[in-house]
Structure formats: C-alpha cells, structure tokens
C-alpha cells in the first residue's frame, strides 16, 4: 500500500490568514473574559497580555498534524469553552477574575447554599451571553483549516514556540528563583490567565493553600482555652463588632486632623465616637500584625499566636456566636493565616475571590452581610468584619463617583506632578473608607443593639507623606512614621452606654500598640481570665506606658522603639531615602 508522506518543498505561498484564524479560535476561550475584564477598568493589562501569548502554543500541535486541525480543535476547543464557561459566569455574577478562592469557596458550600446562589444570581441575559459565546466559538471552529508546511520546518516552528512560550519562561524563573517552588510558583502566575492553566494552576495553589490552612486550623484546635474565664456579660443579649482596615494612616483623614475633607460622615457623628489620637500598629503588613493584633502574641512574643487563642477564640469561648466577613483576597499563599482566622468562626462571609491584589474592589460589598449579620437569632454575636480598605492600587478602591480629590487644592506644595495622581488616588480612598466605616456604624446603631463597635486599620500607609515627599507604600527596614500610624475609634450603642463607664476622653493621647488589643478588647467586652494583663488595656485604670516596639522580632536586632523614631522625625532635615513597596 502506498504511504503519503508531506512534502518537504517549501510552499510558493505560507496561509499567514490560516494560522491567525486559528489563533483567534484558542484565544478567544480566554481572550473574551480578559477582554471584559481590561474594558470593565477591574485590573491591569498583565492577565490580557499573558492570555494572549498563552494561547499561541495551541498552534503547535496544528502545525505538526495538519490533517487533524479540525478534530484536534474540536477536542482542545470543548475543553477551553468548559473552563471559559465558568470563568466568564463567575465574571458576569461578580465582576472578578476566577482564582483559587473561588475554589476554596465551591468546596466550602453545600449543594443548598450552591442552589441559594443559583437562584439569586440566575439572570436569562446571561443564558443568553452563554448561547452567543458559544455560537461565536462554533463560528470560529468553522473557519478553521489545516496550515501545511515542510515538515522539518513545522517542527521547527512548533518547537519554537514551545521553547518561547513554555520553556524560556520557565527556565527563566528557574534561574532567578533558588527554590523550585518557588520558580514554579511564578511561572504560574504567567500562564494562570489563560484556560484551561486557569482552573488548573486554581485547582493546585487550592489544595497547596488547603493544607496549610488545615494544618493551622488542627493546630488551633489543640490550643488550651483561656483559664478562669468569666463574663460579666454572661446571659445578657450582647453583639459586639471589630472593624479591621487595611493601610489606612491616620494621618490622612480628616478626623484627625489632616486639612482636606476626607472623613464628612466620621466627622459629623464625631460626638458619638471615642477617637484615640496615639495608637500605632507594631509591624507594617497585615499577616505580621493581624498575628498580634488578633492574639496574645507581641514583639517581644511573636510566636504566642500559634500557643494562645485568638480574639475569635475568645468570643466563643465565651459563648459568643461568631461572624467573619471579609472583603480581603480569600485564599493566597500569604493570606493563608487570614482565612485561619476567619475559619475559627462560625460563620464566614468570603467576597472578594479576585486572582490579583490590584483589582478593583469595594468594600461596600461588606455592608449587606453585615446587616444579614446583625439580625442573627443568637443573642450573643461577636460579627469581625475585615475590609480591603485604602490598599494599593488606591485608584481600584473607590467608585468613581468618590474621586472627588483631583487637582492640587489641600495638595503641600512639595509633591510634584508626577506623584499627584497617586496622592490624590490615597485620599479618594479614605473618603471612601469613612463612608464604608461610617455606614457599618449607623447600621449597627439601627439595629438598637447592647454592645460596642470597635475600629482599626492593621497598618497605616507613607503616600508621600514623610520629609522628602518620596515614600510610597510600607518598607520595614526603612521605617517612615505614616506607615505605623492608625485610627482606633470605638462607639458604643446607647444601651451599652446605660450599663457601662464610656467616657473616656480623658485618655484619647494614650500611647499605644495595637499588638496589646486582645487585653483592651477583653477588658471592654467585660471578660477576665488569667492571662489578662490590665496593664496592657488601653482603658484600665492599670494601663502602663511602655516602649512601643516595632520591627521584625525574627531578625537580629530587629526591634526598635518607635518614640526613637518619632523623635528622628521631629530633627531638622531629616528626609528618609526612596522606599518602594
């Protein structure tokens, strides 16, 4: 019988409008949610760009077996539309870009809660988004055909774009990284865009993320319980609330002094609040001082956090009903202890289950599972609620109609139009983070409960606001002032205030460190136990001013005490280098 075999003469003309139609057929399956995604302003070009190239090594096995183009489509093409299904459905539903997060969430819901979500969301213009994406990638298919060349060079080609595409890139980081995880972790962040590496790369960080979690988790179980715990709330109807922010500096709201009108709604109910004006957060990053600021742990102990029970913990061992609600990324490598804490809770609202930290989300997502929260049967409640707050990227932390800082007025003189955009962008966030803030306590005032509602950002946040005007972001090992200060503000409702001494006005200019919260929060829930120390309550009669450290406790010499810093800060020509974050 006689064999064809491909000529290996070269083609007096290349099919370049073949290949492309090919091309456009594999991108289209990740390029339309990217597309939606870049015109929709949720994040950068990065995850477009990324798709794009991606999808270019579909083209290889094309070009190797051009006899089977459309069967090979065909298979790899219902694979692709499977995974883009889910990942433009979710975008549709949530305007966010599918992550592992969105696994862990999947995994955590029961067939009832899926069909709760289905039922709300359901929508007939997204059945019919589902049937012209699916009719257009059939168009597609049907404008496909082979693409013949020399085979030497067709393996040549292929195995170009194999090297280029997968190869280069991964040798790349392997080069640049020392640990191969690490490495492998990068490179799939760059294929992660594209489906199906989507779901894959979701699939794997989700399980890697799942084993960590639950290794804290059966670790937290085994934690002693508080002794001699008592209550003098015992049996009394009590919801109590923690606000945690996120980057926010005190210094840039109005509130507390600073020129421009950042904090309207905070300012108007000023005479309700309880506004500490010297309280500082002991490390720059949320992981490193929410392992503080919600457990026994400080600088001088930072591994009590994995001995001891955390604020959550706490609440219910009490006999508290526990709320986590979180606008944060759910599951990352570095907010793995984050969703620990929030799975120490009873009940845990996740929002924000974007792939990038630099996506735009609000968080006045936050306000209606606070309201669901609040209506809760139990009638003791501790609800946390855990904002994104004025996080880089500033501009993705407000709607548009909160930019309402844009020009110089209430700008210093010394920032230079190159970093005014950035400025501006910091102080549109805090304005709306004193809405978002602002709301969260006149809801819970409506809702006429016994007990208080306490707020704090974990770290505050140098937008150019240090000497020299050339600080952006948080940096540790070149500490600026605004990167440490935060607010603390606390309200209480007025049934609260009938029972308990709220008056504190006296001690607003205490010096303090967030890392001592659990004995302040304790001593205002009205608990006592063995391991309190007064000393470190910010309201007690016992409170002890002590040096406020600050610093990596893990480095050699790591630790500071931040009035050096203060005073440093007060000489003459003092103007801190360029710090990056």
């Known amino acids: 019988m006689a064999t064809m075999k491909r000529s290996t003469a070269t083609p007096k003309g290349f099919d370049w409008a073949g290949v492309i139609w090919l091309f456009v057929f594999f991108w289209y399956f990740s390029g339309i949610t990217q597309l939606l995604i870049q015109l929709t302003g949720i994040t950068g070009f990065a995850g477009f760009r990324q798709a794009f190239v991606i999808s270019g090594i579909w083209l290889a096995p094309m070009l190797l077996f051009p006899r089977k183009t459309r069967v090979m489509a065909a298979v790899i093409g219902v694979i692709l539309w499977a995974c883009s299904m889910a990942s433009l459905g979710y975008f549709f539903i949530y305007q966010q870009e599918f992550s592992q997060s969105v696994i862990f969430i999947m995994f955590e819901s029961n067939i009832s809660e899926a069909g709760e979500y289905m039922t709300q969301y359901f929508a007939w213009w997204i059945v019919l988004a589902f049937i012209a994406h699916t009719a257009f990638a059939i168009f597609l298919w049907t404008r496909l055909r082979p693409v013949y060349m020399p085979r030497p060079r067709a393996y040549a080609v292929a195995a170009a774009l194999l090297i280029g595409i997968i190869g280069y890139p991964l040798a790349k980081q392997f080069a640049r990284f020392d640990e191969a995880s690490t490495a492998l972790e990068a490179f799939e962040s760059r294929i992660e865009p594209a489906v199906p590496w989507q779901m894959i790369v979701a699939y794997h960080r989700y399980t890697q993320q799942l084993d960590g979690m639950q290794d804290m988790l059966t670790s937290s179980n085994n934690i002693a319980p508080l002794k001699n715990l008592k209550d003098q709330q015992a049996n009394l109807p009590t919801t109590l609330v923690l606000v945690i922010g996120e980057s926010t500096n005190r ?291 016992d409170f002890k001013a002590r040096p406020r450290l600050i610093g990596d406790p893990y480095a050699p010499k790591g630790l500071s005490d931040y009035a050096h810093m203060e005073k440093a800060a007060s000489q003459p020509g003092a103007m801190p280098e360029v710090v990056q974050k």
Do not use: C
Request: proline share 6%.
């Open 251 to 541: 210094g840039r709201m109005h509130l507390y002094g600073y020129p421009r009108q950042t904090t309207p709604n905070l300012d108007a109910m000023k005479d309700q609040l309880q506004v500490f004006n010297n309280v500082i957060t002991p490390r720059p990053y949320t992981i490193e001082a929410l392992q503080q600021v919600l457990t026994f742990a400080d600088e001088e102990n930072p591994d009590l956090y994995l001995k001891t029970p955390s604020i959550v913990s706490v609440m219910k061992q009490a006999g508290y009903k526990t709320f986590w609600i979180t606008n944060q990324q759910t599951m990352t490598k570095r907010n793995t202890m984050l969703t620990t804490f929030s799975e120490q809770a009873d009940e845990q609202v996740y929002l924000n289950n974007n792939r990038n930290q630099n996506a735009r989300q609000y968080d006045g997502d936050v306000l209606a599972p606070f309201a669901k929260a609040l209506t809760d049967a139990a009638p003791r409640k501790l609800i946390v609620v855990h904002l994104l707050g004025t996080h880089m990227a500033y501009q993705y932390r407000f709607p548009e109609e909160f930019a309402k800082f844009s020009g110089r007025d209430g700008v210093p003189a010394d920032i230079d139009d190159s970093k005014l955009e950035f400025y501006n962008s910091y102080d549109n966030a805090v304005l709306y983070n004193d809405f978002v803030v602002s709301s969260l306590i006149k809801e819970y005032g409506k809702a006429d409960p016994n007990g208080f509602l306490l707020y704090l950002s974990d770290h505050g946040e140098d937008v150019y606001d240090s000497p020299g005007r050339n600080t952006l972001g948080r940096n540790e090992n070149k500490p600026t002032i605004p990167m440490y200060t935060v607010p603390f503000i606390a309200y209480a409702s007025p049934k609260w205030k009938q029972s308990h001494d709220w008056n504190f006005e006296s001690i607003h200019d205490r010096p303090y460190t967030s890392s001592n919260l659990i004995h302040t929060w304790a001593q205002l829930a009205g608990l006592s136990f063995d391991e309190l120390d007064t000393t470190k309550s910010l309201v007690s009669l």
